[in-house]
Nanobody, 118 residues
């Protein structure tokens, strides 16, 4: 079992920035495939960005050019740098592990709230 703890959410004005962090347990962090998802009220959870163990990243079209996913294997932490935030980015953001050493996994954090409002 992998424990995931998100942090860094909060209230920010439109156009502002936030950096989310996801700290993970386990000794195989460098082999984790990980991602960020978000869920807005009344909407389904959606993929925001993913990063593989080889640091290949993919993004939802809605965040391309504004968000950057990264990882620090030494700190066992994944990040999501969010710039030029919009009100429609308001959601609970969740950290996910979808693979471990090539095997499928499905671990989730508890989520962190991001609110973009003036």
């Amino acid at each position: 079992q992998v424990q995931l703890v998100e942090s860094g959410g909060g209230l920010v004005q439109p156009g502002g920035s936030l950096r989310l962090s996801c700290a993970a347990s386990g000794s195989m962090f460098s082999l984790y495939g990980m991602g960020w998802y978000r869920q807005a009220p009344g909407k389904q959870r959606e993929l925001v960005a993913r990063i593989t163990s080889s640091r290949s990243a993919t993004y939802a079209d809605s965040v391309k050019g504004r968000f950057t996913i990264s990882r620090d294997n030494d700190k066992k932490t994944m990040y999501l740098q969010m710039n030029s935030l919009k009100p429609e980015d308001t959601a609970v953001y969740y950290c996910n592990v979808f693979s471990m050493g090539g095997a499928s996994r499905d671990y989730w954090g508890q989520g962190t709230q991001v609110t973009v409002s003036s």
